[in-house]
């Protein structure tokens, strides 16, 4: 027994100052390793190399920096040998990950045999993005469909069972004609076309359906797209400027800027459009514009002007102006984003181009990442925060905002470009209650170009080695951050995540000359 105590003593004593060695060292080579609960990261692993390449170090790459795990009681009897111990870490999405643990560890013949952890589980899954390795998506084999001169992927419906509409578009400003088209899955191409029609903004609906907000000449019209292949025009106005488009509550609200104010219109999913409300906002030199809503049902607005003026309001659906507030120095695009509980960010990206949808010139500015967030049941936003101001490049993917359902945000964007090296994907997050943190690379030589928030989890659509001709090109994988990353195809380019009318995550991309649709079963 003393010597039991004495091996796995040992072990956790150089832990507590970051050493795993001697406590991997103390594994026999058929040991197994149990965690305790349902996180994603429960379950036995079984033989000391399966524990080491699928769980310990996946878990250490979670981290930021040292892991150490302080033993605060050692107690052994017969051949077991119990440790209380306190961790002491910090996540790569800088979250602090102190949890307690009990370990129970059967010795025999000089080497641990097995161990069972028993652990805080709530701090797991807030702390631990993503799943286990080896727990990841489980994509079904790609749907094809025949592609159509430069069509990529811009928009999903899909309902249960794999089934449902991609919508792709041929082009896009300033580089008209522009043809919008929806395709069924699977046994196409059952294909519907729109010319001279532009895709400005989409929302995904309850059923997997979604909503479109497209450019037909000088309207505006709200499309609806649904899983079975119907398409329906709900709504349309004239309307030169921007728009955008969100969800609340079973209905479909479309907002666009007109002169200094904004315009609203709801259209319930079983009614008919109210007549445009008003917002008046006083905008001026408007460029960008994007919709949120938040847990009170009210239309949350971000506009930002050529100049550098970031407007931020929250306003009624019959268009009284709530709280308005103004921040300086933020141009570029803007995306907010919503969490399940009412939490609700905004994400400004500086593409560092000129004209921003332009040719790719630098304005000499460098390209910069910018945030506020604003809390539960407020309605004013915070300061704004500077997440991050990679080197300028042309190719640079967009920047992304989502909202976790543990009340986190998460901004995936790209970090170095193909011509300040290295290539990276870059995530920053914003617990609950509190600004982001430092970001962390999700991957290397690769860019995340797509996500979404799929039963919970994040994933990524990750183009890896990809080339810097007038296409964008890689291998794509599917990563689910502290996961391993699933390959869906070693030739892609414009991939595009989203989920069906159960929750479950879709893929589409486009290889040579056809469309590609997965569905994660």
């Given at each position: 027994m ?10 956790f004593?150089?832990l ?68 209380e ?11 602090r ?5 009990c ?24 702390a631990l ?16 469909a025949?592609?159509?001169g430069?069509?990529v ?6 309902g ?7 919508v ?20 196409g191409?059952?294909?519907?076309t729109?010319?001279?029609t ?14 479109l ?18 398409v ?15 969800r ?9 800027i ?35 809503v ?10 930002s002007?050529w ?7 929250t ?26 509980g ?8 500086d593409?560092?181009?000129e ?8 304005d ?30 042309c ?5 992304l905002?989502?909202?976790r ?6 901004a ?25 943190g430092?970001p ?7 860019r ?29 994988d599917?990563?689910?951050?502290g996961?391993?990353p ?16 159960t ?10 000359d ?5 569905v994660?079963?």
């Amino acid at each position: 027994m003393t010597e039991s105590k004495h091996l796995v003593a040992e072990a956790f004593t150089a832990l507590a100052d970051g050493d795993g060695g001697p406590l991997v060292a103390s594994l026999a080579p058929d040991a197994r390793w149990t965690i305790m609960g349902t996180t994603p990261w429960s379950g036995s692993y079984e033989g000391r190399d399966a524990i080491l390449a699928t769980l310990l170090r996946p878990l250490m790459r979670q981290f930021d920096g040292r892991y150490a795990s302080v033993p605060r009681r050692v107690i052994a009897e017969d051949d077991l040998v119990v440790v209380e111990s306190q961790g002491r870490a910090l996540t790569a999405t800088g979250l602090r990950y102190d949890n307690r643990y009990c370990f129970v560890c059967r010795v025999a013949g000089g080497r641990v045999r097995e161990v069972t952890e028993y652990l805080d589980t709530e701090l797991v899954t807030k702390a631990l993005l993503g799943a286990a390795p080896g727990a990841g998506a489980a994509f079904s084999p790609p749907s094809p469909a025949p592609a159509v001169g430069g069509e990529v992927p811009v928009a999903l419906a899909f309902g249960e069972g794999g089934r449902g509409v991609l919508v792709t578009q041929t082009s896009s400003s300033p580089y008209p004609p522009v043809t919008l088209a929806t395709i069924r899955f699977p046994g196409g191409p059952h294909r519907t076309t729109y010319g001279s029609t532009e895709l400005l903004d989409s929302v995904q609906r309850e059923n997997g359906g979604v909503d479109l907000l497209v450019r037909h000449g000088r309207e505006l019209v709200l499309r609806r797209v649904q899983p079975g292949g119907q398409v329906y025009d709900l709504w349309s106005a004239r309307a030169d400027g921007p728009g955008a488009v969100a969800r609340s509550q079973g209905a479909t609200i479309v907002a666009w800027i007109a002169g200094s104010t904004l315009k609203l219109v709801i259209r319930p999913d079983h009614g008919i459009p109210t007549h445009p409300r008003t917002a008046r906002l006083g905008l001026r030199n408007a460029g960008f514009l994007d919709l949120a809503v938040d847990r009170a049902g009210r239309p949350v607005v971000a506009v930002s002007s050529w100049t550098g003026r970031l407007v931020l309001a929250t306003v009624t659906t019959r268009g009284r102006v709530v709280r308005r507030q103004v921040r300086t120095g933020a141009p570029g695009l803007v995306s907010p984003a919503p969490t399940p509980g009412g939490r609700v960010g905004v994400l400004v990206e500086d593409t560092g181009m000129e004209g921003e949808f332009g040719e790719c010139v630098s304005d000499g500015k460098g390209r910069h990442l910018r945030a506020v967030t604003r809390g539960r049941g407020a309605t004013a936003f915070g300061a704004l925060q500077k997440i991050e101001s990679p080197r300028f490049g042309c190719g640079s993917s967009g920047a992304l905002l989502l909202g976790r359902p543990d009340e986190s945000l998460v901004a995936l964007y790209q970090g170095g470009s193909y011509d300040f090296p290295p290539l990276l994907a870059r995530m920053a997050v914003a617990p609950s209650g509190k600004r982001f943190g430092a970001p962390a690379t999700l991957a290397s030589d690769a860019r995340a170009d797509t996500a979404t928030i799929a039963r919970g989890r994040l994933l990524a659509g990750v183009l890896r080695k990809t080339t810097t001709n007038e296409v964008f090109t890689g291998a794509l994988d599917v990563l689910e951050p502290g996961g391993t990353p699933k390959r869906l195809s070693d030739a892609a380019f414009a991939p595009l995540l989203g989920t069906d009318g159960t929750g479950a995550a879709v893929m589409a991309w486009r290889t040579d000359d056809r469309l590609l649709v997965s569905v994660d079963r």
